[in-house]
């Protein structure tokens, strides 16, 4: 499948999840998102986005477990954004000072 076609299918399934789940992606990166729903597809057997909707549809306990996924992956980057960023000395620095 080219990758036009990948994206546009993967689209879908965010409009679909959006319309039958009121579940709204949009302050996710879309290659973050669309790695993590892949994850969801591989551990159910899928390859395409457009087989995961039917899949949705015939399994609507998936939605739960994609959202929830989904989210903890989302919470856990936002949290690691600002690591490193700046960090306060704190006592290592201050233990490697004292050691110089």
């Avoid at 993967?10 to 973050?32: M, N, W």
């Avoid at 395409?48 to 989210?71: C, K």
């Amino acid at each position: 499948m080219s990758e036009a076609g990948k994206t546009q299918e993967f689209a879908a399934l965010i409009e679909f999840i959006k319309q039958h789940r009121g579940f709204d992606f949009a302050g996710y990166k879309s290659t973050g998102l669309m790695r993590r729903v892949e994850k969801r597809m591989q551990a159910v057997g899928l390859v395409r986005f457009n087989d995961y909707i039917d899949y949705l549809e015939v399994h609507p306990e998936e939605f739960a477990l994609l959202q929830r996924h989904s989210h903890q992956c989302h919470q856990l980057l936002s949290r690691s954004a600002g690591v490193g960023i700046s960090r306060p000395r704190g006592a290592a620095a201050d233990y490697r000072a004292e050691g110089q």
